[in-house]
């Protein structure tokens, strides 16, 4: 294929060619259902996944952590399956199944082999409209939820980044948690969470992916009769709308935070606001990052672990939304390095911001994208989320060439430029760790003293 495919939401059936020679079809049916397949040659099995895009972003003050209670009281029993044999349907054929939830989507995904995806079909779509949400297992699942949230909070890399996204998104939903709280968890009322399942589960917010060893057409019959059984194939509507991708104004809080804890390395994260997921600089910022803190050769890794020794895990990150994003820089060190890791991971960006970056590393970060992306979409399960991401967030499906095609037209003024507006933005510092407010200053200069770097 050339160049992106757009993806109406008005448009009945579409279908191209991908990178691989992988046949991609799309169908809406006209319950509002959208089912998009990849046929990879020669696979073997096959990735599924039920998208809703609903996520923690979504959900009201008094609802918080809703549609994260929601995804586990799915596993817990249909009208027609219990939990249990919700898990024997998978594991009976040595399939994989499990859910995520996301700021902007939840999703319900299984990989079965290709003789097992008509049953994988049928449970999911089961799973996704029929739950019953019973209030013993709604008790049942609030104490394990409760204990999921305990031990991310004994994790200080879970701490520093919920507390960066609060930080450097302020009030914007975004920033909050998406798994909720201890507190908005043990509030929640069952008829509540049903309610929220009521409202976003419907056959106009269904996205179904499936990539591997598919039949499109075979798919779309089971779809069909899974609906039917549900009482849903008789509706007529349009697609739910996809998000505004009008950036929103961010007002970040708490510029620095230092959260004490009895740890043994402190967890130093940066933030600033970024791009959203379709923004046209996003290929910069891709480049950027990768050069910055994407592996063992970037930049963050040679200066701050190899030279100095100042660490042992140090890298970039740069999550999109719909209509925001944020760029991190991590590192975790001993507490009295803390103020002076900051510093020279900041210095790093500084760096790029003044001078952009050489030719030899545009090339290094070309050939590692572009490596990292063909080998990761050798999997069937990359691919379906590929399929899912494309639907719900931007409605534009952008294959590997065309991918590698815009990382090889960024350019060294480019990178310079995203830098500098990265800079530009306002600065979020969290650290986590046995560091005291005033032991902890920033920004710390970058040519203090240091050893060098031990073998």
């Known amino acids: 294929m050339n160049g992106p495919v757009l993806l109406p939401l008005d448009a009945v059936d579409l279908s191209f060619r991908a990178t691989g020679d992988a046949l991609v079809r799309r169908t809406v049916l006209p319950s509002g259902v959208r089912v998009l397949t990849e046929r990879m040659p020669g696979a073997r099995s096959a990735s599924i996944g039920i998208w809703v895009a609903v996520g923690s972003r979504d959900e009201s003050d008094d609802e918080r952590g809703s549609t994260h209670f929601l995804e586990h009281l799915l596993f817990k029993g249909t009208a027609t399956r219990s939990a249990l044999d919700i898990a024997v349907a998978f594991e009976s054929v040595g399939g994989e199944h499990n859910a995520a939830t996301a700021k902007e989507y939840t999703c319900y995904y299984a990989k079965v082999r290709d003789i097992d995806l008509d049953d994988a079909v049928d449970v999911l ?47 914007h939903p975004l920033g909050r948690p998406i798994g909720g709280s201890p507190e908005s968890i043990r509030g929640a009322d069952r008829d509540d969470v049903y309610a929220h399942y009521r409202e976003n589960y419907r056959p106009r917010d269904l996205v179904v992916t499936v990539a591997g060893a598919v039949d499109h057409d075979r798919l779309l019959e089971r779809i069909g ?52 997921v379709g923004d046209p600089r996003r290929p910069a910022l891709t480049v950027l990052n990768a050069v910055l803190g994407g592996g063992m050769s970037s930049r963050l890794f040679q200066e701050i672990r190899e030279r100095r020794g100042l660490a042992y895990s140090v890298y970039s990150f740069a999550p999109s939304y719909s209509d925001a994003g944020l760029f991190g820089l991590y590192a975790g060190c001993t507490p009295e390095k803390a103020s002076l890791v900051a510093g020279l991971m900041l210095d790093e960006v500084d760096k790029l911001a003044r001078d952009g970056v050489s030719d030899d590393e545009l090339r290094r970060a070309s050939g590692q994208l572009g490596g990292a992306a063909a ?81």
């Open 125 to 171: 779509t089961d799973m996704v409209t029929s739950s019953t949400l019973s209030r013993d297992e709604f008790e049942t699942e609030r104490g394990v939820i409760l204990e999921e949230l305990a031990m991310a909070d004994d994790d200080p890399a879970d701490v520093a980044g919920e507390r960066l996204f609060e930080s450097v998104f302020g009030d």
């Open 375 to 455: 080998l990761a979409l050798e999997d069937s399960d990359t691919r379906m989320n590929r399929l899912g991401r494309a639907e719900i967030t931007v409605g534009e499906f952008v294959d590997l060439d065309e991918s590698l095609a815009r990382i090889d037209r960024v350019t060294s003024a480019d990178v310079r430029a995203m830098a500098g507006d990265l800079r530009a933005g306002a600065l979020s510092t969290v650290v986590v760790g046995d560091v005291d407010d005033d032991q902890f200053s920033f920004p710390a200069t970058a040519t203090a003293t240091t050893p060098d770097a031990v073998a």
């Open 225 to 276: 009769a899974a609906l039917d059984r549900a009482g849903w194939a008789g509706s007529t509507a349009t697609p739910v709308a996809r998000r505004d991708s009008q950036a929103p104004a961010l007002v970040s809080t708490d510029p620095v935070s230092v959260i004490r804890r009895p740890l043994e390395q402190t967890t130093v994260l940066l933030g600033m606001p970024a791009l959203a």
